[in-house]
């Protein structure tokens, strides 16, 4: 009979207030004989939080080691000691260690269990008064702006709503690109200190909301942003020639702009074309 293997347990902590921990983790933290922490100082203040006495052996899991360390702990799971993975806030894995983690237990046939409480994601979805019925979790946008404005302009068209996480100092120069990619219109809420005592929700137009940032912000903050509403379809041909001329003041080639519109409206290129040289030959009359 060969070793039972452990069980990676993966256990969401409180992102403000320690008394939103369930009686599972605190159960959890007492009992684990190994437990991979972001933050091992900050493991110990919520033990001590939750009058929790630590036995097990304790080490550091953040972004920097995650990889070594996740073959460290299989090594532990595969040897039959359970592992239990606790973040600075909310559920590992997300936007946290623990993703890689998952995949090389799962691939080693290793249970895999969670122990569910506070999320950042859906508590800001919730208290943003935006759309939930449909949404995604897009983490932190990239530092750098051509890398962020790439990807805005992948999510312009994305119809569900969004939840980005942003950094305090980063926060005013991130809203200013989610204005310009989807205007300054689309609706918006920077959510800050969520559970704690300032908690605070700011809801508006985009441009509001990154003008109201440039002063600064301090905190923890979520960010959730109204997905694209929907696209009207053309197909009138006097409409289809408009929009076509519209990109080719922007300085797109007719060819393409032809092209660029028959697709967004799924009509044929010919169809676009002729209704071109129909507007072409009735200006000319």
């Not at 004989?33 to 203040?45: F, Q």
């Not at 000691?81 to 890689?100: F, Q, W």
């Not at 942003?225 to 020639?241: F, I, N």
Request: hydrophobic content about 45%; overall charge negative; charged content about 25%.
């Amino acid at each position: 009979m060969g070793l039972v293997k452990g069980t990676l347990i993966l256990a969401a902590a409180p992102i403000g207030r320690v008394d939103d921990a369930s009686p599972r983790l605190t159960r959890a933290l007492a009992d684990a004989p190994i437990i991979a922490a972001e933050d091992t100082r900050r493991l110990r203040r919520l033990a001590a939080d939750l009058d929790v006495t630590l036995s097990a052996r304790i080490v550091s899991y953040y972004d920097q080691n995650e990889r070594s360390r996740a073959t460290e702990l299989l090594q532990d799971l595969l040897e039959g000691r359970d592992v239990l993975v606790v973040t600075d806030a909310g559920m590992p894995g997300v936007s946290d260690p623990g993703y890689r983690l998952v995949v090389e237990a799962v691939a080693a046939d290793v249970r895999v269990t969670v122990l569910p409480g506070p999320s950042a994601v859906t508590t800001a979805l919730v208290l943003s008064g935006l759309p939930t019925d449909r949404f995604c979790f897009e983490g932190f946008l990239p530092r750098k702006p051509g890398e962020r404005a790439a990807r805005l302009a992948d999510l312009a068209a994305e119809p569900r709503t969004m939840v980005f996480f942003e950094a305090p100092h980063r926060l005013a120069a991130s809203l200013e690109a989610l204005a310009e990619a989807f205007g300054e219109e689309r609706p918006a809420a920077v959510c800050r200190e969520l559970t704690k005592t300032y908690e605070e929700v700011k809801r508006g137009p985009l441009g509001d909301l990154a003008g109201w940032a440039a002063d600064g912000v301090k905190g923890e903050i979520t960010v959730v942003v109204a997905g694209a509403p929907p696209r009207t379809t053309l197909t009138e041909p006097a409409d289809l020639a408009a929009a076509v001329a519209e990109r080719e003041r922007a300085g797109i080639p007719r060819k393409d702009a032809i092209t660029e519109i028959a697709k967004e409206n799924n009509v044929p290129k010919k169809v676009v074309y002729s209704a071109v040289l129909d507007a072409k030959g009735a200006a000319g009359r």
